[in-house]
């Protein structure tokens, strides 16, 4: 209950006021202003002050003074840093914690269905309180970006899962991004608004953005209460299945591969977020109540399993070379390696080994391979199991 009431306290007191918050990249993006600004000695000025003795000396001496190698260092990021991503429809910042400061990004983010689904606030806060105190815990690649409470607005309107659930537009947040967007989706049966296009809402606009501006490897978004953790579509863009299985095995929630049956859930976050190659997870927790230790427990070990998850080794093509890259030893469920034999080329495979099972275009995008038409013999791709 202390975290709640310390993400409460820091949203509701930011509330109306100028944001202090600090942008996390501000010290990266620093650039040598000083050495822009000193200015070189033209050819002008040269000429202007040398007289015909000097002549030679003046052209002699006065080179331009290259750009200085020597780029100042920019201050170590600090571990923690808290930062505004946006607004709410009510002018509530929407607030969010950097820790560590690895290469690898990874967001967890709690409560996009607002109060009804208000102890995802408390979990993704325990996150944050755990990993300030064990900061030795946090892989050293990792940066771990917490959003615990993406729809203020639905969290300020307590926890009814009609009222609560919505942003202040009385839009579904997770029905308004955009993947087969459409403008009413369905909780459970009942008819929910989705807004007035893909994005229409401040919340989601916003976490688009933070997401395509840190491109982070993987992404929790956490929900309540169905004791399940669900996977994204369109698999072959993302590992949001590789993702979603190693979360599975460490918290002990079964992974539910569909949707929700009879649910229409279009406009999904992790959904979109497969289709910008970005792995995505839904854990749903138990309740809807404030979570037991062992329920933490669990969580904790699913986000120690997400920190440590590396994305899978792609098979991109850089160099044409078959040695390219290294590939890893098991082949998604569904999937098998081959190696492409001399002379074959994708359709051959697309149609000949495949019988047509699979298509082209999801041959490349599963494999990830850059160039189509440049796919060299010996080297090894997924193809579905199915295949001869
Ligand atoms: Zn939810």
Known sequence: MAAVTMIGLGIGGALGSVS?????????KMTPQAAL?????????????????????????????????????????????????????ENRPLQGFRLGTGES????????????????????????????????????????????LAN?????????????????????????WDYRWQMTATHGTRPVSAGAGPFSEPETAALRDVLLEKRPDAVIFYHSAMGVVFSGADRER????????SIAAATGYRHQTEGIPGQITTGDAIDWLSTVGIAGT??????????????????????????????????????????NGSLPADAPAGYKWYTIPDGTTLLDIVFSVCEGSIELDELVRLNKIANPDMVPAGMRILIPESCQ
């Open 20 to 28: 202090t918050a600090i942008k996390p990249d501000a010290s990266v």
């Open 282 to 323: 839904e854990i749903e927790l138990t309740t809807h109540a404030s979570i037991s230790e062992a329920e933490w427990l669990r969580n904790l070990k699913g986000i120690r399993a997400f920190l440590e998850w590396r994305v899978p080794q792609s098979t991109v093509v850089d160099d044409g070379s078959p040695e």
């Open 238 to 245: 993302s590992f949001t299945y590789e993702l979603t299985e």
């Open 37 to 89: 600004a000193s200015p070189t000695p033209t050819p002008a000025a040269v000429m202007e002050t040398a007289t015909p003795a000097t002549l030679e000396v003046a052209q002699a001496a006065p080179t331009p003074t290259p750009a200085p190698t020597v780029t100042p260092t920019p201050p170590p990021l600090p571990f923690e840093e808290t930062f505004t991503y946006g607004y709410s429809v």
């Open 105 to 148: 990004a990874r967001f967890i983010i709690g409560a996009i269905h607002g109060g009804y689904e208000w102890n995802t606030v408390e979990v993704v806060s325990k996150t944050l309180e755990y990993y300030r105190e064990h900061r030795e815990e946090l892989p050293v690649n990792v940066a771990l970006y917490l959003i615990p």
């Open 152 to 176: 203020p607005d639905g969290y300020a309107a307590g926890r009814d899962a009609i009222v609560g659930r919505m942003n202040a537009h009385s839009v579904d947040l997770n029905r308004n």
